[in-house]
């Protein structure tokens, strides 16, 4: 990666959280004015939200902006963060969906809550309580990105463009967590299924829909959407592939999850539709065995690991990553992005798809 | 209640479930697009949504527009129209939280997908299916909810009064869920913590900022917050006093919520706040002990009624709900509202207060 891009890629990540340090400071004074038993709410936020974080959406939806054309602007970068706190309400449903304990190394948000419960002898039922705070909490997240974006006037006309794409964004988000949520339910494993899955809950939403959402913010009018489509869907699903990845084989210290933390959850991944395509009777009947089995052991989660990669799932899915990436960047050619974006959006689909964590 | 107010209110309520309908219907549309197996969530928020329903904010909204001096207009309907789908989300989540299995008669949306679970044999956690069911529509519903919002345009000036109005009441809302979340979790019983909840949760919600929000679309200067708030406050207190008084003494045939399910489900109200603090030792200890009670009887339940009814604590509401609606009414002397508003807003007052549903 160029220094340059570098420099640029750390300053919109260092503006991002310093504009959601801003707005969650001036959020929390809000519901402290309505009462101080609101501060653990605005705590775990402000955690959640500033300590850790790869800033992914906002940074394609910056560059994205910058790529059509977009000038270096303070609301522009303020609307780009909100979509953090978007994606914290995903991560925090998510978890409590999964039943997912960790989150970057630290209890997820309804395992906090829990604790606060057992800590403070609170009467009633603490797993219980738990699940409401982060049924809140992820709501309040959710109103939060709302809020935040609504403060970052960038003029009428642009935000209503902006909303638009916004709305179908998490539309297509929440839709592809259901469809996830529903092939956990289904006998059957299915690499396309998984891969459509992968497209409306990660790709669409992680990469494709936030350069809109940039493109939108500059206001360009012309062919820069579906060049940005042209470039965005295949790497969003890169992106959520090298996650499957991680999810499998990743490094507990580096992801901040428990190794192997997809197979104990019985996430339905395309690594693990094409493992089951691939292996053999008994490889099969193991992988069925084992998957999502509740107490799972570091064993049994080795052996998985080991079964996977003999089906040659995982070099088969790292094949897929480059050629993806190898796609969209073919689709960085389009005249309509500026010099600068081809630039930093090359480098951002390496970042996106060759990372460790 | 004047016929012509009887007919405005009715054709409101027409109008609201109008907009809803074109609105699920063409977002049921997009979401087939995606995929099929999409379906089932369409379907239940359109049953949640059409089926039943107060309308009370939307009648709020819209009444506060035209007492703003705003004329008839479908956007401004529309944009009314939305608040149901947050509402929607609202009640998704807290019968999820609450454990509450039923609503308005009819299985609540987490007890509608485990349903689905089982009926279909699918694999995997019924239980678990139904509560990220119920998350991922109670999301859905918010978002589709600011969709349907930016949808119906009314001027761009106004939009953005309009989104402060609606970021804040959305705002309070959940804040309101949470300290009433977290007063279930007091040994304390507080009459001044029960109506500050009931006030955040519902009172301002349900009311003050539903006209609020019909103020900003009409676009009005001056003092009319402020006399919607005088107006609003008290009768949002009222509102929530006789939902509490409907959560204990409640028809369920009217209500379509179990008989007494306040009492099962342990919520911490003004009435059972009161109930306690008039209460002799011994009927403390009871209260203590069959509040919440899981597998409580319907004979407790009975003895819990006849309880608070001892205790006077359900009078004693009654004079507070009364009290609350008289003061409100007070407030409707302002210049600034229409008399067509104030005429609407005096029966809107009884039918907030004086219902059995």
Same mark, same amino acid.
């Given at each position: ?6 420099t640029?890629?750390?300053r919109? +990540? ?14 929390g @004074?809000?519901l ?6 609101l501060a653990?709410?605005?705590? %775990? ?5 500033l300590?850790?974080?790869k800033r992914f ?13 977009? %000038? ?6 303020k609307a780009c ?17 999964d039943?997912?304990?960790?989150r ?12 606060l419960? +057992?800590?403070n ?12 705070s982060?049924?809140l909490?992820?709501?309040l997240a959710?109103?939060?990105s ?9 003029g009428?006309d ?14 297509e ?9 529903f ?9 396309? @299924?998984?891969?459509? =899955? /992968?497209?409306?809950? &990660?790709?669409?939403y992680?990469?494709?829909r936030?350069?809109?959402?940039g493109?939108?913010m ?5 062919? #820069?959407?579906?060049?940005?489509? /042209? ?6 699903? !890169?992106?959520?592939l @090298? ?5 499998v084989f990743?490094?507990? &210290?580096l992801?901040?999850?428990? /190794?192997?933390d ?9 690594? =693990?539709?094409?493992?089951?395509? +691939? ?6 009947? *193991?992988?069925?065995?084992?998957l ?24 088969? #899915?790292?094949?897929?990553?480059s ?5 969209a960047l073919? !689709? ?10 081809? %630039?930093l ?7 996106? *798809?060759?990372?460790?964590?």
């Amino acid at each position: 990666m160029s220094s340059d891009n570098s420099t640029v890629i750390s300053r919109i +990540r260092d503006g991002v959280v310093n504009e959601l340090t801003n707005f969650l400071n001036e959020s929390g @004074r809000y519901l402290d004015g309505i009462s101080p038993e609101l501060a653990p709410v605005t705590a %775990s936020l402000k955690d959640f939200l500033l300590e850790g974080g790869k800033r992914f959406r906002p940074l394609f939806a910056y560059i994205g902006y910058l790529g059509a054309g977009g %000038s270096e602007n303070q609301s522009a970068l303020k609307a780009c963060a909100s979509l953090e706190l978007l994606q914290a309400c995903a991560l925090i449903h998510d978890d409590l969906m999964d039943g997912s304990d960790t989150r970057r190394n630290k209890p997820s948000i309804h395992k906090r809550f829990e604790a606060l419960h +057992r800590e403070n002898s609170l009467q009633g039922n603490a797993t219980q309580f738990g699940l409401s705070s982060a049924v809140l909490l992820g709501d309040l997240a959710l109103i939060w990105s709302d809020a935040m974006l609504n403060q970052s006037y960038l003029g009428d006309d642009v935000h209503r463009k902006v909303f638009a794409v916004h709305d179908e964004m998490r539309i297509e988000l929440m839709a592809g967590q259901y469809l996830d949520v529903f092939e956990q339910t289904q006998s059957t494993k299915s690499v396309s @299924r998984a891969l459509k =899955i /992968a497209r409306y809950k &990660s790709g669409k939403y992680s990469i494709e829909r936030p350069l809109h959402f940039g493109a939108a913010m500059a206001h360009h009018e012309g062919r #820069i959407e579906s060049d940005y489509s /042209a470039y965005g869907l295949p790497l969003g699903e !890169a992106f959520q592939l @090298r996650d499957d990845l991680l999810g499998v084989f990743g490094d507990p &210290s580096l992801t901040g999850k428990p /190794a192997g933390d997809d197979l104990r959850e019985g996430k339905r991944t395309a690594l =693990i539709a094409l493992a089951s395509e +691939r292996g053999t009777k008994i490889q099969q009947r *193991t992988l069925e065995n084992l998957l999502g089995k509740p107490e799972i052991s570091p064993h049994e989660i080795s052996e998985l690991q080991t079964l996977i990669s003999e089906t040659g799932a995982d070099s088969e #899915i790292e094949k897929m990553i480059s050629s993806l990436t190898e796609q969209a960047l073919g !689709a960085l050619q389009s005249p309509e992005i500026t010099e600068q974006g081809k %630039s930093l959006l090359t480098d951002l689909a390496v970042i996106a *798809t060759q990372r460790s964590k």
